[in-house]
């Protein structure tokens, strides 16, 4: 596996919650930064949030700050974004990035730091 595969996407009411997953082979794991990115129609990628290879070092984009928490699973190779109290705004399709970057505690939150995406999983918020 070269390349992340997400999963975990959905159609969810207003005020609901999500888990994506995002999992990452090819190279161990702990190795990678990881990010997550979304899309919406129309939009350019923005950045979401990302946490180092290690230290679990994170960052989060001021929209989603206090809703969405990214962590990661090194034994199964994943990276977890858990979205709470989702708003229609949230509705996109959201990206997991990796980037090779040993023993880094750096948060990587420019799309053009990452070389791995992941072809996307929808997330749809109802109102």
């Known amino acids: 596996q070269v390349q992340p595969v997400e999963s975990g996407g959905g159609l969810v009411q207003a005020g609901g919650s999500l888990r994506l997953s995002c999992v990452q082979s090819?190279?161990?794991?702990?190795?990678?930064?990881m990010g997550w990115f979304r899309r919406a129609p129309g939009k350019d990628r923005e950045f979401v949030a990302a946490?180092?290879?290690?230290?679990?070092?994170?960052g989060y984009a001021d929209s989603v700050k206090g809703r969405f928490t990214i962590s990661r699973d090194n034994a199964k190779n994943t990276v977890y974004l858990q979205m709470d109290n989702l708003k229609p705004e949230d509705t996109a399709v959201y990206y997991c990035a990796a980037e090779f970057n040993p023993q880094s505690p750096l948060v990587l939150t420019a799309p053009r730091r990452y070389g791995r995406w992941g072809q996307g999983t929808q997330v749809t918020v109802s109102s």
């Open positions: 946490i180092s290879a290690i230290g679990g070092n994170t």
């Open positions: 090819g190279r161990t794991f702990s190795t990678y930064a």
